[in-house]
């Protein structure tokens, strides 16, 4: 044990699946999933001085304190709604100014002790787009593993009397998903199930889109993490893709059902959570113990559909964001509803993007684990992965990659 620093055990929780998922000799690895404490954010606006103003005032929103350091210079620190946490620091602020200035504004997060996501900016609307390279600034620090991280970054950002939003990913708060949805929902082949209730209120929705009748079902899921937006954009592209007006599209739902929660965790989206629901938990490790709503919601759903209709699920795929782009599948030597299918999908689809290789990783083990994947595939028998994308995998890549997974996936259940 020595050699386990606390950098080191941290480290071990880097990547978005924790290793004993995959690696997985022995049992199920059963992890603790009983609601814990989260630290309440007080949402505030912070005056700067000089008619300078910050604040977390918004849905999604992420900054726990600010100080002022000199005239161009304020240090923000971020912090996690609970410990231990996987190291995701999600930020979202809004900043104003009576008058026009130049601000440096430096992110600093105290608990992790490095910078993650790339800023993004928002002037008006939904959408942020990346920072400036020019205006940003990182401070990179050998850590103790031998990696390289940022350890704080300064981004320049123009304030004036406009509000200036600035957050960790393209879009902040639970409004993007609702919009999709609405979009989504003008199909007449599209239609919104509620399922649940998540702690505090918030509708648990699935899309259904298809007209068949359920006796070969597919379900895609995403947002278990908040700010996994980059996985939320595979899913919408992968979906959009199977609604299309296309000849293999509607061949496609006349003879399956696509089952699609894009949120899973509207509470911790709106508390501009890193990781958990506001139950404090990761709820990709509680699809075992089902102590949280928003999992127990969508399992009952799932078994309820196929008891109602002797249906069964054949595929399922969870997407999420993390440091580069990965599949976590299913061992090879485990076979489901449809022995071959994810290992063939990935292959293919990755095949249609020039000079793209894909990273695969199948489960070790044997055994069930705790994550969503793992019972879509044991309990189910739906052919499971994990879509993985990068944090910063450029935007058009990722949609390129949603898309071509539901071409092929079409292409490969049509002939069926
Ligand atoms: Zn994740």
């Known amino acids: 044990m020595k050699y386990l620093t606390p950098t080191l055990l941290f480290l071990v929780f880097l990547s978005c699946k924790s290793p004993q998922q995959w690696s997985g000799q022995g049992p199920i690895e059963v992890v603790p999933t009983e ?50 946490i996987n190291p995701s620091p999600w930020y979202a602020f809004k900043v104003w100014s009576e008058e026009e200035k130049q601000m440096w504004i430096r992110l600093t997060y105290p608990t992790t002790g490095f910078h993650r996501y790339y800023p993004k900016i928002n002037k008006r609307g939904l959408y942020y787009k990346k920072l400036d390279s020019a205006a940003f600034h990182p401070h990179p620090k050998l850590m ?42 003008k199909n007449d082949f599209v239609e919104k199930i509620q399922i649940g209730t998540s702690k505090e209120g918030r509708p648990l929705e699935i899309l259904k889109i298809g007209k068949s009748d359920d006796q070969k079902m597919l379900m895609a899921i995403s947002l278990q993490h908040p700010p996994e937006i980059p996985g939320f954009l595979a899913l919408k592209s992968f979906v959009e893709t199977l609604c299309e007006d296309s000849p293999e599209a509607r061949k496609f739902r006349s003879k399956y059902n696509l089952y699609v ?64 782009d990965i599949f976590y599948t299913i061992n090879e030597d485990l076979e489901g509803n449809h022995p071959g299918l994810i290992p063939k999908l990935i292959r293919r689809s990755s095949r249609k993007i020039p000079g793209y290789e894909p990273n695969i990783r199948p489960s070790e083990g044997l055994e069930r684990g705790v994550t969503s994947s793992s019972y879509f595939f044991f309990v189910h028998g739906a052919e499971a992965m994990t879509f993985e994308v990068g944090d910063d995998t450029p935007r058009n890549l990722i949609r390129l990659k949603g898309e071509t997974t539901a071409r092929e996936l079409m292409r490969m259940l049509n002939r069926k």
Not at 158 to 168: M, Q, R, S
Not at 169 to 180: L, N
Not at 277 to 305: C, I, S, Y
Request: charged share 30%.
């Open 35 to 84: 609601d814990r404490p989260i630290e309440n954010q007080p949402f505030q606006d912070f005056d700067l001085g000089d008619g300078f103003f910050i604040s977390n005032k918004m849905e999604g929103g992420r900054l726990s304190d600010a100080t002022r350091i000199n005239d161009s210079l304020v240090e923000v620190k971020i912090l996690p709604e609970n410990q231990p």
């Open 261 to 324: 929660m894009p949120m899973m965790n509207p509470d911790g989206v709106a508390r501009g959570h890193w990781r958990h629901n506001v139950g404090g938990v990761d709820t990709n490790r509680d699809w075992v113990n089902f102590n949280q709503p928003e999992p127990k919601a969508l399992a009952d759903f799932m078994e309820n559909k196929v008891s109602e209709t002797g249906g069964k699920f054949i595929f399922a795929a969870d997407f999420h964001a993390t440091w580069e």
């Open 144 to 185: 103790e593993d031998g990696r390289t991280r940022i350890e704080f970054a300064e981004a320049k950002v123009w304030v004036g009397p406009d509000t200036l939003w600035i957050a960790a990913q393209d879009f902040a708060g639970t409004a993007y998903v609702e919009r999709w949805k609405s979009k989504m929902l």
